[in-house]
């Protein structure tokens, strides 16, 4: 296995109380295997990615249990310097606003080479050459030409591949990509999501992608993590989360994709708004807009029941969700 998150837990201290974040998430991806992370904002997608990465702020953030497992080896007992080479080399990250995450008085095959002169000690010259080679690789046109312009002389679909570039540049074994297609029209994000692919399968590595969009991982992902509320609510082989859902906030998310035959219906929303971080209700996070919601929801927090080969279901009335 190349990545096993086990009952990772991450709190917040803030002036109004402690948030939980992250209450016991566990996933695990393989080398050339796509894991979905998916979920609305503040569902603990994106935190999880970051105590993966090793990113987190620490204070205020606080990994409070749990183990990282990378290639066999917790991450979480390794010291800064120590997860510094791990970061870049090994695992690396692309993050939803390319804009703001490029230096913008730095040239991208200046931010490019780099990673090339830091980590692997090449010439500037050598550096510049394999940026070049990098920005062909992500299909960028006129690369050699390009490869002294700065961040917002590119549009929003180039400057994302810029960022793959650079995840992808010392060919790491995993890359966490935090919602990379957002704000993007559908066409690029049909590009980006196809040249994660390609990369994956290219360099054998790992790729979890982080998203609130069923839409743009069907034909990317090969399995699904939904997280609620800082907890997996459901896991599954991608086509099985969309044949049939097996928690109701799952079939929710399904619901709330627009689709071509209901041309002038009112598009459906879940109710309501996600819990408080540091006002969790009792019992199954979702009860209080779950349809399906009864006593034993909202005393009882549910675990992760087996629903099938490979799947898992925190909802006490999986079967009714499978079969509704």
């Known amino acids: 296995m190349l990545l096993e998150v086990r009952d990772l837990q991450v709190e917040f201290k803030t002036r109004d109380g402690v948030a939980k974040a992250v209450n016991g998430v566990a996933y695990s991806v393989?080398?050339?295997e796509t894991l979905a992370v998916l979920g609305e904002s503040g569902s603990g997608k994106s935190v999880t990615a970051q105590a993966v990465m090793g990113i987190l702020d620490m204070p205020p953030g606080r990994i409070a249990g749990g183990e990282i497992l990378f290639k066999g080896q917790d991450l979480l007992k390794l010291k800064e310097d120590e997860r510094r080479k791990v970061r870049g080399s090994e695992m690396a990250m692309i993050f939803q606003d390319a804009l703001?995450?490029?230096n913008p008085v730095l040239s991208v095959g200046d931010q490019l080479s780099e990673m090339f002169t830091v980590h692997r000690g090449m010439s500037r010259k050598d550096g510049k050459a394999k940026a070049v080679e990098l920005m062909d690789r992500v299909r960028i046109p006129a690369a050699k030409e390009r490869v002294g312009q700065y961040p917002h002389q590119f549009s929003g679909?180039?400057?994302?591949?810029?960022m793959i570039a650079m995840a992808m540049a010392l060919e790491p074994s995993l890359i966490i990509a935090d919602e990379p297609t957002t704000a993007l029209d559908v066409t690029v994000q049909a590009q980006v999501m196809d040249l994660l692919g390609e990369l994956r399968n290219e360099l054998s590595m790992g790729l979890i992608l982080i998203t609130h969009d069923l839409g743009v991982v069907a034909d990317v992902a090969d399995k699904i993590a939904v997280m609620y509320a800082g907890r997996i609510v459901e896991r599954a082989p991608v086509h099985e989360i969309y044949?049939?859902?097996?928690h109701p906030y799952t079939k929710g998310l399904l619901e709330s994709i627009p689709r071509l035959d209901q041309k002038g219906r009112e598009l459906y929303a879940i109710k309501g708004l996600p819990p408080n971080l540091m006002r969790i209700p009792p019992g199954c996070a979702f009860n209080p807009r779950c349809p399906m919601a009864q006593d034993i929801c909202r005393s009882e927090v549910p675990p992760l029941f087996d629903v099938g080969p490979n799947r898992q279901s925190a909802c006490f009335f999986w079967k009714e969700t499978l079969d509704g």
């Open 157 to 162: 679909g180039m400057r994302q591949r810029i």
């Open 30 to 32: 393989d080398a050339g």
């Open 100 to 102: 703001s995450s490029l």
């Open 243 to 246: 044949k049939a859902p097996a």
